[in-house]
């Protein structure tokens, strides 16, 4: 049966199949660039690019949607700079959907996230103890003053360049109309993502600071011209490790008239947290609605996410990896810089198709970044994608055949 939700132009999602032994399924979002089959992974863009691949190279790999970032575009070059070439996707010549997150990751990565030392699941050998509330770390800076990096209020965020120090400020408000001069095909409601080291307090504080944030990005991407140019805009469920917070934050965000939905914030000091923080944050959020795991990227991470009816992830792992010398492969990540692979005449993996296995060695890809050359990441990279999007071709086939 083919589910299907309203959109301003004709349909945002239809569930084309859902399986019979999970919450999982495939389907299609419709947006003005084109169709993404879900479940879909987004290579993420940060400024614009997909770091040391060409929009040429991801088509070739089938690839059909890809994340920019609103918080680095906004400071370099500017979101209006964007919009005078016509948008993102003139900009960075790409003509399939793109997504633009809210910001508010980037405020706290880049805030509490840097004086945390952690992301949205923590590093449990970091020492917990000394830190307030919010979690923030009572580290002195050079002038004797606790170093902050971002101010968060009701009415949104104070924060410093990391360019160049220079003072900005980000609310819902603003947030709707730098992702409007962006132009991307799916924006996200501007929200405030926690520390995994967050206390309950703090982050309950957080997750209903987020809600009214929910309600003005609402109301700002309405009166906007956004409606008009048929974006898509999804709301962010928040509440931390939290059952009872998650389990709120998807009845509020799930109630409201978004066209999909966000699974953001911290997921706990554990990673075995994950699964259980997903089942509360999807209990409440409508069915037929996309829905999209925020900066997850692992493989393990990924199935058990769609198993739980979430349909589209972003990370940057996979291009992080690859930059660093690590292959994804089916049987686990390879170090292709490892000294056993200078004579190994054999592509990074056995079977794959993508241009790197097809044309070079694991040697040759292993000399290449003992040599620090840049094709290294290069081809490393293309693997990592590839893999990512014939995994989740994979997925999609498993489902439509009722075999995941």
């Known amino acids: ?73 906004f400071l370099r070059p500017g979101d209006k700079v964007v919009k005078k070439f016509g948008g993102l996707h003139k900009f960075m010549n790409w003509q399939k959907p793109i997504i633009t997150d809210s910001g508010g990751f980037q405020v706290f990565s880049l805030g509490l996230g840097m004086e945390h030392g952690c992301s949205k699941i923590a590093n449990s050998a970091l020492e917990t103890g000394n830190r307030r509330s919010d979690g923030t770390l009572l580290r002195k ?42 132009g991307a095909d799916i924006i996200f409601a501007f929200d405030e993502c926690t520390s995994p080291y967050s206390d309950y307090e703090y982050t309950k504080e957080a997750m209903e600071r987020t809600h009214r944030w929910a309600v003005r990005s609402l109301e700002a991407f309405r009166r906007g011209s956004s409606v008009v140019s048929c974006q898509l805009l999804f709301g962010i469920v928040q509440g931390g490790e939290f059952k009872d917070l998650r389990l709120e934050s998807s009845k509020f965000i799930g109630a409201m008239d978004f066209d999909g939905f966000g699974i953001g914030g911290s997921f706990g000091k554990f990673k075995k947290n994950v699964k259980n923080i997903l089942d509360y944050s999807v209990e409440h959020l409508p069915e037929n609605k996309p829905k999209h795991l925020l900066g ?90 590839y893999f990512m999007e014939k995994l989740m071709k994979k997925i999609r086939k498993d489902i439509l055949e009722n075999k995941l």
């Open 296 to 385: 997850i990227g692992s493989v393990d991470d990924i199935i058990e996410a769609i198993r739980r009816g979430i349909d589209t992830f972003d990370c940057v792992t996979p291009t992080r990896l690859g930059r660093n010398g690590t292959a994804l492969t089916n049987k686990g990540n390879l170090n292709i810089r490892s000294g056993r692979f200078a004579l190994d005449k054999k592509p990074i993996e056995k079977g794959c198709e993508c241009y790197t296995c097809a044309n070079f060695t694991r040697g040759y890809v292993r000399h290449l970044f003992q040599s620090g050359e840049m094709l290294a990441g290069i081809l490393t990279t293309i693997h990592n994608l």
């Open 1 to 73: 049966m083919e589910h299907e939700s309203d959109s301003h132009w004709g349909y945002v999602f239809k569930i084309l199949k859902k399986s019979k032994k999970s919450n999982a399924r495939a389907g299609v979002i419709s947006t003005p660039h084109g169709l993404i089959h879900t479940p879909a992974f987004y290579p993420v863009g940060t400024k614009a690019t997909v770091k040391g691949i060409t929009p040429a190279q991801l088509n070739d790999m089938g690839i059909e949607a890809v994340l920019c970032n609103t918080y680095h575009l």
């Open 141 to 182: 800076a050079s002038d004797g003053q606790v170093e902050k990096f971002a101010k968060i209020t009701e009415d949104g965020v104070y924060f410093r360049s990391f360019l160049d120090g220079s003072k900005h400020f980000i609310g819902p408000e603003e947030s709707m109309k730098i992702q409007e001069n962006l």
